[in-house]
């Protein structure tokens, strides 16, 4: 079992920056792949960014790439996204993820966390 919990939501200006944080914990959780989902009220979960275990690669979705950064501390076992330049587009639910294969959409994931708002004013 892998716990995973999220924190550095937050109500934020239309340009802004925030930074998520996502602590994990259990059984060897920095050997997992991990990602960041989000999901708007009355739409779908969505891909937003992942990274594999070891840190080597990243991948971004396309509607955040160059404005967002996904990185880990595998010492700390902590799981970072990093947004800037924010639109209200971006307000959402965002959750982390962890899974043993390569996360690219939902059904990737093994464990989720509990989720952290963000809202970006226009």
């Known amino acids: 079992q892998v716990q995973l919990v999220e924190s550095g939501g937050g109500l934020v200006q239309t340009g802004g920056s925030l930074r998520l944080s996502c602590a994990a914990s259990?059984?060897?959780?920095?050997?997992?792949?991990m990602g960041w989902f989000r999901q708007a009220p009355g739409k779908e979960r969505e891909f937003v960014a992942r990274?594999?275990?070891?840190?080597?690669?990243?991948y971004l979705a396309d509607s955040v790439k160059g404005r967002f950064t996904i990185s880990r501390d595998n010492a700390k076992n902590i799981l970072y996204l990093q947004m800037n330049s924010l639109k209200p587009e971006d307000t959402a639910v965002y959750y982390c993820?962890?899974?043993?294969?390569?996360?690219?959409?939902?059904?990737?994931?093994?464990?989720w966390g509990q989720g952290t708002q963000v809202t970006v004013s226009s």
């Open positions: 259990g059984r060897t959780s920095s050997r997992y792949h």
């Open positions: 993820a962890a899974g043993t294969v390569v996360i690219d959409r939902a059904r990737s994931v093994d464990y």
């Open positions: 990274i594999s275990w070891s840190a080597s690669s990243a």
